[in-house]
C-alpha cells in the first residue's frame, strides 16, 4: 500500500487539462495543448518558452479575459469565468493613459471596479510613494522614464488587491539596468505582499534568478515539458540580482537552455 | 551695447556658439515670417495695380482699395439690405451650428460603429460613398425640403458630417488594443472601455476633426445662402454678381477669408489648450 502523499495546502491557481484553439478563415491553430498545472498560494512561478509557444495566452486564460476551449483554469477552487477580482495582471508595457495623471493611472483598476476611491486613492499614494514617486503622483507619464513608468503599472495592480499577480514579461520594454533593478524591486514587493506570482518571460535568466519554480513550455501547440524547483544554498531566498551571482545558476540556466532547444534559425 | 551682448551679460553661462545659434533660429524665423507678409502684400499690390493699368478688366476683379469704402458702405442698413455685420454673423452662427452638430452627431454614430461592428461592416460602404458626393447637388432639394434657414444649416451639416463620422471612428480603431486589454483585465465593461479609454484617448483626433469640418462647414453654409438665403456672406456674394457689383462680392470674400482665419486661431488655440494636459 502507497503511503498516503504529504498533506499540501490547496492549489491558489489551478489548470486542469487546458486547450486552446484560435479559430480562423484558413483554419484552426492549436495554441496550447492539455496543460494542467498547480499553483500553491505564495509561490512565485516562471514559465518560460519560445516565442509563440502560448506562454501569454496561458496569462489570458488564468486572468479571464479568455475562456480555454477545453479544460477549466480554477482559482481557489472555483472555476474563472471572466476577469477575477482576485488576479492582477501586468502587461509587456506600462500602457499608462496618456491623459491621466500618476495617480489617476494608479487607481483606474479601482475605478473600473468600483471600488470606494478615497480608499483607492490613500492606497495608490501609498505604494506610489513607497516605490519612490511620492513627488510625482500629479505628473503625468511622459514626465517619467520608462522604470518609473513600469513602477506606476505595479502600483495599479496592487492597489486592487489581487491575490495573484500575472507578469507578463513586465521589463521587456527596458533597458538592461533598470530591468536588472526593477526586477528586483518587483520580485521583494510581490514576496513581502505574499502574493502568488506568475511571470512568463523568454529570458531564462530573469526566470531562474525570480521565481522559485521554473515551468518550461514546448513549441506550439504549447505543452508543458518541465517543471523545475529552483533552489539556493542558503536560509533566505537571494535577491534576484545577488542570485545572478549564485553557482546554482549557472547550473540551472545550463539546464533550461537545454530543455529550451534554442536553434537560431536561417 | 548690442541686444546680444545684453543677453551673454544676463546669462553668463551662454557660450558664444550657443549665441550665435540662437541669432540664426531668430534670423530664419523672421526670413519666414517676412516672405510670408511679402507675399500678401505683393498680391494686393497686383490686385491694385493690375487693374487700374488696365491689364486686366477691372470690372471682373474690383481693386483692394475699394473695398474699404464698400464695407463701410454696407455696414449702414438699407431698406433692402441688413449692413454687413448682419450678413458675417449669419454665416458665423450657421457655420458654428454646423459644425457643432457635426461633431455631436460624427461622434455619436462613430461610437454606435465602434459598439456595433457589425454595423460597421454593413455601412463602410454606404459612408465611403456619401462622403465622396458632391453633396452640393443637394442645395436645391434641401431648399425645397426644409426651406430658406434650414436648408443652410442642413447644407452645413451634409458637407462635413461623413468626414467627420470616417475621422473619428478611425481614431476610434486606432486606440492601442492593449490599453482596452488592459482595462478588459480590471473586468471593464464595454461601456467603460468606450468612455474611460477609447473616448478620452481620442480627444487629438476630436479636435483634427473639429479642424477638418470648421473649414467644410463655411462651405457648406455659404454654398447653402446661394440658393436659399436673404442674409448672410453668401447670400450677399450672390446678390453683389447679380447686380454686377464686383466690389460686393470682393468685400465678402475678403470678410470669409477672416472668418476662416479666425475659426483656425480659434481651434489652434483650444488645441495647445488641450495639448498641454497630455
Redesign the interface.
Known sequence: MMPPPAPSPPPKVELRNVDLRYFGLSGETEAIKDISLAIAPGEFVAIIGQSGCGKSTLLSLI?G?LQPTGGGVLIDGKPVA????K???M???D?L????TILDNAV??A???GADMRKARERATGLLTRYGLGQFLDH?P?QLSGGMRQRVALARTLT?EPDVVLLDEPFSALDSQTRLALADEVAEILRRERKTAILVTHDIGEAISMAERVIVLSRRPGRVKSDHAIQFAGATRPAPLAARNAPEFNVYFNTLWQELEVHVEG | MSKADAVTAATPGISTQYRDWLRRERRARLTVRGTQFALLVIFLVLWEVLPRAQLINPLFTSYPSALWPTFVELLKDTPQQPGILTHTWATVVATVIGFTAAMVLGTLVAAALWWWHGLYKVLDPYLVVANAMPKTAFVPIFYIWLGATLSIYAMSLAISLFITILVIYNGFQSI?P??I????????SRR?ILT??VL??S?PTLIAALKVNAGLSLVGVVVGEFQSANVGLGYLIQYGSQIFKLNIVMTAITILAMVSSLMYLAISWLESAVMR??
Open positions: 486572468s479575459i471572466g476577469p477575477s477580482r488576479v492582477g495582471y502587461l509587456q508595457q500602457y493613459f496618456e491623459w491621466r483606474l483598476g475605478e473600473i471596479q503625468l511622459r486592487t | 492601442d492593449n490599453k486589454k488592459l482595462a478588459q483585465t480590471f473586468g471593464a467603460q474611460k479609454v478620452p484617448g480627444v494636459r497630455r
